[in-house]
Structures are given as C-alpha cells and as structure tokens.
C-alpha cells in the first residue's frame, strides 16, 4: 500500500518528480504516481484527493507548472498533508509556480519545496511519516551524518588544495 500518493499536472513533469521518487525509494517508502490536472480533471482531483485516506495514503506531493493550482485543489479536498513541488517553466522560471502554490488562503495549508525541489519533496514527505515510525526516523539520522560527514571530506579536500598556496 502506498503511503507517498504522487500527482502530476502532465507527464512532462516526470523528469523533475523523478528526483522525490528515487529518495522515497532510497527510503524504503511505497509510492504512487498519477497524471491529474486541476484544470482540465477537476472531478478527477477532487475524487483522488477525497478518497486518497480511505486508500491508505499519508502525504501527498503535488508537482505542477504555470498556473500550478493542483496543490491547493488537492488540499483543499483532503485532511492529509500535501507538498507542492513547483516546476520550472520557461516563461518565468518557476516564479510563477511557486507563487501560485505558496499563496494559499487561509485554512488551505501547502507545504511547498523550491522550484524542481524535488528531492526535498521526497525527504520532507519521509520526515512526516518518520513522525510515527521509528525505522524510518532512524534512516532520516543516518542520512543526515552521511550528508554531514559528506561536506566535512569536501572540507578537508580543501583544506588540502589550500596549504599548496
């Protein structure tokens, strides 16, 4: 059973959501992944965001573009935590994206990543779910002394590269 529900405006998303698949995977946590546009599937989102709990679906991430509303249509049909995951256009960048998921009403609340975050998307729905499960939490801390310790070996390569000056 899924506990990662995955919805994308279009398929030409993919390659960016790639980036939360490989990290929900690299922690172990079954996913799902669906095409739904909340423009031109509104009954679709609605049904999917209404019945995602029932399905056994703990968070949400919601990847979009331009007018990048299907976050905020998820959220607003669902209790479970939704992550927006704007995707970078080529009018603005993702500019536009971002804005139209951070802007939410009151009472509509959206986490949102930064445009084609697609890996924090991935581990901030990971540290949700770690809320409740001791495994995974425990994974969490081991990925952050790797990416620790990651840095400190950059560090010293420096440290290195310097004292030949």
């Known amino acids: 059973m899924a506990q990662v529900a995955i919805v994308m405006g ?10 939360a698949m490989e990290k929900l995977k690299k922690f172990g946590v079954d996913f799902e992944a669906h095409v739904i546009s909340a423009h031109r599937t509104p ?3 609605e049904e999917f965001a209404k019945s995602a709990k029932e399905k056994g679906v703990k968070v949400i991430i919601a990847a979009a573009g331009k007018a990048a509303h299907l ?10 935590p939704v992550i927006a995951l704007p995707i970078q256009t080529s009018l603005m960048g993702g500019l536009d994206s971002l804005l139209s998921m951070v802007q939410m ?19 901030l729905a990971v540290q949700m779910l770690a809320l409740s499960d001791g ?5 969490l801390e081991q990925f952050k ?4 310790a990651e840095v400190m070996k950059k560090d010293q390569l420096l440290q290195d590269e310097l004292k030949k000056f």
């Open 145 to 148: 002394e790797d990416m620790a």
């Open 71 to 80: 976050g905020g249509v998820i959220a607003a049909y669902t209790t479970l």
């Open 105 to 123: 009403p009151a009472g509509i609340p959206v986490a949102t990543v930064a445009v084609n975050g697609a890996d924090n998307a991935g581990i």
């Open 135 to 139: 495994v995974l939490a425990e994974k």
């Open 10 to 19: 279009s398929n030409s998303d993919l390659p960016v959501v790639k980036g």
């Open 43 to 45: 009954y679709q989102a």
